[in-house]
Nanobody, 121 residues
Framework: QVQLVEFGGGLVQAGGSLRLSCAAS????????MGWYRQAPGKQRELVAD????????NYADSVKGRSTISRDDAKNTVALQMNSLKPEDTAVYYC??????????????WGQGTQVTISA
């Protein structure tokens, strides 16, 4: 099993910044990719940003492009999301996702428990 623990959610004023972190631990052979998704009330879960661990390639939702940066620390199996110029529409529960290779040859997707991000106008 693999556990994803998220840190950094909370209440922020519009225009402010926050940093979300996610640490993966457990039965991990290697991690292919990690990322952040979010789900606002009444809406489907959507990609915010993800990163390929091996080469650092990133992918961002258009809604956050230019004001968000995703990064990884391979040695610690962690991923961080720095979000700036926050808007009320960024309010959602943010989930960490990891695409994990496990011993001996299993590949599985894991999700964190979610962290609430609320942006006040």
């Amino acid at each position: 099993q693999v556990q994803l623990v998220e840190f950094g959610g909370g209440l922020v004023q519009a225009g402010g910044s926050l940093r979300l972190s996610c640490a993966a631990s457990g039965s991990i052979r290697s991690i292919n990719a990690m990322g952040w998704y979010r789900q606002a009330p009444g809406k489907q879960r959507e990609l915010v940003a993800d990163i390929i661990v091996s080469d650092g390639r990133t992918n961002y939702a258009d809604s956050v492009k230019g004001r968000s940066t995703i990064s990884r620390d391979d040695a610690k199996n962690t991923v961080a999301l720095q979000m700036n110029s926050l808007k009320p529409e960024d309010t959602a529960v943010y989930y960490c996702k990891a695409d994990v290779f496990q011993w001996p040859m299993t590949r599985k997707i894991y999700w964190g428990q979610g962290t609430q991000v609320t942006i006040s106008a």
